[in-house]
Every structure is written in structure tokens, then in C-alpha cells.
């Protein structure tokens, strides 16, 4: 199954443009949305889910026309969104159960054994008499999957999961998103490079509602390999390099380091640089004039 989406476009009636044009072909798998806040990762997340509208455009998934068939994307859907709010007097299990029923599992037996299952896999069954007001970030984003999951969905969406989380959780939130992905349509958004490379077969990158690119994380970045250079510079030198693509600097032990964009070694002290994802996100971002 495949979400093909075509030309899609919203302005919000302040007159910012949050989709401008979005073409996008995501396959099977686990599909990568990059971008800064703001890029519209979440207009394009709920315009799939059939929460909000957009001005022009089509989705579809399979065979379902999703703006003109929002039940029928519903019944296959799983969404987390961004902002997830919880019950924080109810217990895990009990909301879970909830959520089950509203998904149209009326079945006792039937929701009972998959309630369990999804509390099982997502690491929470110990947990499932607590209330979810005690649950740590981590805990509560899984709990989203949990829900997620509910009715086996051929299409879920999380909306930036790993925001707040600390290392520890982070880790275990994306070794639970590797197990989903495989034959169903799952798409990830996140501002965090890492969040992408570790976990996406395919991906695009977003920014101020167009996409700028989209591909394997492995082919985008091939695009740009070998022009990639390094130099580690003194704090107060960066002004030297007005001249060259600098498309990134970071602090590395009281010195700059910087990465330049060029097709040959820019200079004396520069060394090549295997490129990498954040190396491409920051130059196509650096490249965009809209
Ligand atoms: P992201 O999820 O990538 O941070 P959003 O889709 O939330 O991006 O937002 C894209 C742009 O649309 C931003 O400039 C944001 O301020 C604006 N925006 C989002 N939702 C609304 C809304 N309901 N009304 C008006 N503007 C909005
Ligand atoms: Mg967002």
C-alpha cells in the first residue's frame, strides 16, 4: 500500500502558507518528515489524517481518496499526535480499553487480549495499573503507540515522539518504532536528524511548506559527497570565511569546527569530510530563497 500525495496546499486564514505545492510518494515502511518548527510538518500530518482540510491537492491511500473519504482513512488509522493530552487520573489499562472500544473493537474477550498485547509490546504491561499522570515522558509516548496501534492500522503517523524525551527513552522509543514499520505505511516526523537516519528507509526534507527533497537517507546524502570539507578554526575567526559555503560551525573543545560546501578543497587546513545528513539538511535549508 502506498500514500500517494499529490499538489497539496494550505493557507491558514492568517495568511501563512503552511503547504505549498507538496508532492510526495511514501512506500511501505518507515518515511521520514525533516524539518525546522514551523516547516509544516504538522499541517501535512493532520491533512493526512483527515483532521484538517487543505485548499488544494489530493491524498490517497491505496484506494481511498482521504479528503473525500475521512471515515474510511479513519478506520485504517493510527495517529500520535504532537501534542498528546492523557487522562491523569485513569490507569493505563482502562484508557487503552477505552480507546479499543471507541476503535470499534466490541468484542471483550477480543479487546481484553489486545489491550494486553499492545501494553506488552510497548513495554508497559507492569505499568498498567498506574495512572498516567505518573508516567515519565518516555512512558507516555509509547503509551501513545500503544493506542497508535489500536485496530492494526495500515497507516500511522507519529508527530515528532522523541520531542523531550531524554537519551535513555529516546533509544527505547525507536527500538519499539523499528519493530512497527516493516508492511504498513508509518510516517515520522521529527526536527531531529538523528531520529531520520536511525530509523527511516525513506524521507523528505520539509521547509516553509515545500518539500525540498525526498529519497533513502543513504541517496540524498551520496548527492553531496566528496564536497564536504572540514577546518577547525579559532572562536573569532569565522568572519574569515564569508567567502566559502559554511553551511555549518560548532563548538569543538574552545575552537570552532566548520563544515564548507565546495566541489574542490577550499584551501589550506581544510580536510574532506565523509558528508552525512545534517550536512545536507543544513546546506538544502541554506540553499532555499523562496
Ligand atoms: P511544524 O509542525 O513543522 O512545526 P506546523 O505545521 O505546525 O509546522 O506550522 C506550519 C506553519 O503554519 C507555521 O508558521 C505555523 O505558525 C502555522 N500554523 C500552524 N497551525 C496554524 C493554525 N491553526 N493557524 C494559523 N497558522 C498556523
Ligand atoms: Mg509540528
Given at each position: 500500500m502506498e500514500l500517494l500525495i499529490t499538489d497539496l496546499s494550505k493557507t491558514y486564514?492568517?495568511?501563512?502558507?503552511?503547504?505549498?505545492s507538496v508532492s510526495l510518494t511514501i512506500p511501505t515502511g518507515m518515511f521520514g518528515l525533516l524539518?525546522?518548527?514551523?516547516?509544516g510538518k504538522s499541517t501535512l500530518m493532520r491533512t493526512i489524517a483527515a483532521l484538517q482540510d487543505a485548499d488544494s491537492g489530493s491524498i490517497t491511500f491505496g484506494d481511498i481518496d482521504v479528503l473525500n473519504n475521512k471515515e474510511e482513512i479513519r478506520k485504517v488509522l493510527g495517529y500520535l499526535p504532537q501534542e498528546f493530552g492523557l487522562?491523569?487520573?485513569?490507569n493505563a489499562e482502562v484508557l487503552l480499553n477505552h480507546l479499543a472500544q471507541l476503535k470499534g473493537i466490541k468484542n471483550a474477550s477480543e479487546r481484553k487480549e489486545t489491550v494486553k498485547m499492545l501494553l506488552e509490546q510497548t513495554n508497559l504491561y507492569d505499568s498498567r495499573?498506574?495512572?498516567?499522570?505518573?508516567?515519565?515522558g518516555g512512558m507516555k509516548q509509547r503509551f501513545g503507540i500503544a493506542q497508535a496501534l489500536l485496530g492494526n492500522p495500515g497507516l500511522i503517523i507519529v508527530d515528532?515522539?522523541?520531542?523531550?524525551?531524554d537519551p535513555a527513552e529516546r533509544n527505547r522509543f525507536h527500538n519499539l518504532l523499528s519493530e512497527i514499520g516493516e508492511n504498513i505505511v508509518v510516517i515520522l516526523s521529527s526536527h531531529i536528524i538523528d531520529d531520520i537516519q536511525s530509523l527511516c528507509k525513506n524521507m523528505a526534507i520539509i521547509h516553509k511548506g515545500s518539500v525540498l527533497m525526498s529519497g533513502s537517507p543513504e541517496n540524498v546524502v551520496e548527492q553531496i559527497n566528496g564536497k564536504i570539507w572540514r577546518k577547525i578554526i579559532e572562536k573569532?575567526?569565522?568572519?574569515?570565511?564569508?567567502?566559502?559555503?559554511?553551511i555549518s560551525h560548532r563548538l569543538h573543545s574552545g575552537k570552532v569546527e566548520i563544515h564548507v560546501y565546495a566541489d574542490?578543497?577550499?584551501?589550506?587546513g581544510f580536510e574532506a569530510e565523509t558528508a552525512s545528513l545534517e550536512d545536507l539538511y543544513f546546506l538544502t535549508i541554506a540553499n532555499f530563497q523562496n
Open positions: 486564514s492568517n495568511g501563512i502558507k503552511a503547504l505549498n524539518g525546522p518548527n514551523g516547516s487522562y491523569p487520573k485513569v495499573k498506574k495512572y498516567l499522570g505518573t508516567f515519565s515528532e515522539p522523541t520531542a523531550g524525551l573569532d575567526a569565522l568572519s574569515d570565511y564569508n567567502e566559502f559555503k559554511v574542490e578543497l577550499p584551501g589550506l
